[in-house]
C-alpha cells in the first residue's frame, strides 16, 4: 500500500495505472470522488496532527509526502 498526501496526479496515477494499491491522503475528502473511482482507499489527515496522520499512513509500505 502506498500512501500518498495531497494526492493530485502524476506519481498516484501511475501507481494506480499499474494495480499498485493507493491511499489518497487528504485534507478535504469531497475532493477525492475520483481517485476512490479508480480504487484507491480515502484517508483524511490534518498535517499538523501527528494522529492523524500515523492513522493514515498506518499498513501502509510506502509514504510519499506532499507538503501542502
Known amino acids: 500500500m502506498y500512501a500518498i498526501t495531497e494526492v493530485a496526479g502524476k506519481v498516484s496515477g501511475e501507481l494506480v495505472a499499474t494495480g499498485q494499491p493507493v491511499r489518497a491522503v487528504v485534507r478535504d475528502a469531497t475532493q ?4 476512490a473511482e479508480r480504487g484507491c ?3 483524511t489527515d490534518f498535517i499538523e496532527d ?5 492513522a493514515a499512513f498506518e499498513g501502509s509500505t ?3 509526502i506532499l507538503p501542502p
Open 41 to 43: 482507499e480515502i484517508a
Open 62 to 64: 510506502s509514504v510519499f
Open 32 to 35: 477525492t470522488e475520483a481517485w
Open 50 to 54: 501527528p494522529s492523524s496522520l500515523a
